[in-house]
């Protein structure tokens, strides 16, 4: 993904240059009879999509940023007057941020520096004018230039201060000039999708401003494991794969598979969907396999097979078998019993995953700890299982209670739809603590969260002791006890995949816990990026519950 510096990067770049220049040679006191050489106060415009999308407009004043939050973002159209809403002061470490806050903190969501330049006051102290209620910059970025204004109008409801920014009739005014027009990042020429995709750094608002801004590069994926973003099935690939027979070779991710019975169905039809083909379950897992790696490698798989298809009954199938290819990537478990399974597919390459779909693999079920040290789990798994009469709504607000211990404990904590009935959290953890130490936490807080509404739940181990209740599942944290991989498909009609969402779209009256059909996924991870990705490289403890 490394891009080569947008002209704008450059610019940029040099004009850090110059200001680190200007910074240093900055005589300590102004000498009587000369001008100090004070460098041009720097502002910043940030694209930052949170619970909505909108432009942090931030101008350094007195060592700070005094900040609007403009959600249609600013433009150099004259005849445009865009709605701010003024914002505390952002410390100033916070101007070149760019990468993602977590679900659950102040801001959470991905921010990319959109636009970054310095700027000169209109008036002789901007502060005194931030506080009439009228700014007026003229600003030298990279997009927006020229003279704009910042006009207090009243306040909200809830007392937020109400605001327009506006460009002036000025050479540099452009009529019918549109911010999203122009989604790069001027520090890294890339996008709000890319950034989230590979963020490079992570802001902890929880911490001091000057140890805030995280470097994100010591990753929790096994050694060895490709980087996955440079590989994509290429579109000559995938046509290859639409040309085959019903079984034949496919030559994907630089290795050759022999695929069998590609035309057979097998996700059987709807009123809702058209039956799927082995084939186009094979490509699905081509175009996923390299944004699933992550959740995958370093990992053994248990593969649950649907050999029949998805309308028959499946079984968990964990040894690979002796015909397997000898360049799959595999693991001994040094404590497998005798008659238990030894040899673990461990899908280190794309071309792992699409051998085990074609081997009828239509659930990836991958460790929640790495081959390394099986017995430390990467996650602590929070799993609302409903019971046969607990309803969506149930399963929602179990889920919401959750989301709001998190956001108290102020753990990063992700969760995803299941593709069947249910709503999983995945709370990612530095390795250290052992599966006891996660189960007993998890236990801890979902009957602490359960607490509250106990006539929702039932604790009991046994499905039919439960009354149809729903359980939080805390005995998922155990060895060789697994959740459902993201993007995995589930043996229904369509396919629905089990998605990661964002913590919003819990409000979302369109959520499904099974909406997401497998040939939706693409897209709909195209638009609203790869919420998982953050949890791969999220160093947490998890915090005592007292
Ligand atoms: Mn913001």
Request: hydrophobic share 40%.
């Amino acid at each position: 993904m490394a891009r080569t510096p947008s002209p704008e990067a450059e610019k940029l770049a040099a004009y850090r240059r110059k200001r680190d220049f200007n910074r240093t040679s900055e005589p300590a006191g102004s000498p009587s009879g000369g001008v100090a050489a004070v460098a041009a106060p720097r502002f910043v415009v940030q694209r930052h999509r949170a619970r909505r999308l909108h432009y942090d407009v931030r101008f350094e004043i007195d060592g700070v940023l005094a900040s609007w939050a403009v959600p249609k973002g600013p433009s150099l159209d004259p005849s445009v007057r865009h709605a701010a809403f003024h914002v505390e002061d952002h410390p100033i470490e916070y101007i070149d941020f760019e990468g993602v806050i977590p679900a659950g903190e102040y801001g959470g969501g991905d921010v990319i520096v959109w636009d970054a330049g310095t700027w000169e006051p209109g008036e002789p102290d901007p502060a005194a004018a931030v506080a009439a209620g009228e700014l007026h910059a003229e600003l030298h970025g990279s997009k927006l230039r020229g003279r704009f204004v910042l006009v207090r109008t009243g306040r909200d409801s809830a007392g937020k201060e109400q605001w327009l920014l506006l460009h002036k009739h000025d050479e540099f005014a452009v009529d019918g000039w549109d911010p999203e027009k122009h989604p790069h990042s001027v520090l890294s020429g890339r996008t709000n999708d890319e950034v989230l995709a590979d963020p490079d750094r992570m802001w902890r608002s929880d911490l001091p401003a000057g140890e805030a801004s995280i470097a994100l590069k010591d990753s929790i994926t096994a050694k060895g494991s490709r980087r996955p973003e440079t590989e994509r099935p290429s579109p000559a690939e995938l046509a290859a794969l639409d040309e085959l027979p019903s079984s034949g070779q496919w030559q994907v991710f630089g290795r050759e598979l022999r695929l069998t019975n590609l035309d057979k169905v097998l996700f059987p039809g709807s009123a809702d969907h058209q039956p799927i083909t082995k084939r186009e379950f094979l490509r699905y897992t081509a175009q996923i396999a390299p944004i699933a790696l992550p959740y995958l490698a370093g990992r053994a798989l248990n593969m649950h097979r649907y050999p029949q298809g998805a309308g028959s009954k499946g079984f968990w199938h964990k040894e690979l078998p002796g015909h397997a290819p000898g360049w799959l990537p595999s693991w001994q478990n040094p404590e497998a019993e005798e008659g238990e399974s030894r040899t673990y597919l461990v899908v280190n390459e794309p071309a792992a995953l699409v051998w085990a779909a074609n081997f009828g693999a239509l659930e990836w079920h991958a460790w929640t700890s790495l081959t390394d040290r099986p017995h430390q789990p990467t996650y602590a798994l929070i799993d609302i299982d409903p019971g046969a009469s607990t309803s969506w709504q149930d399963v929602l607000t179990l889920a919401r209670l959750h989301r709001t211990a998190f956001e108290h404990l102020r753990v990063r904590a992700f969760p995803k739809v299941t593709g069947r009935r249910g709503i999983q959290i995945w709370v990612p953890i530095s390795r250290g603590p052992s599966f006891s130490d996660t189960r007993r936490w998890v236990e801890q807080l979902s009957k602490t969260v359960g607490a509250v509404v106990p006539e929702l739940l039932s604790w009991k181990w046994e499905v039919r002791d439960r009354a149809g209740k729903a359980r939080l599942d805390y005995t998922q944290n155990a060895v060789n006890k697994t959740l459902v991989a993201p993007y995995s498909p589930r043996p229904a009609p369509g396919a629905p995949v089990s998605m990661p969402i964002s913590w919003d779209c819990l409000d979302d009256p369109g959520l499904r816990p099974d909406g997401f059909a497998m040939r939706e996924v693409p897209r709909r991870i195209a638009e609203r990026g790869e919420l998982f990705r953050p949890l791969l490289n999220a160093d947490q403890q998890l915090p005592a519950l007292d």
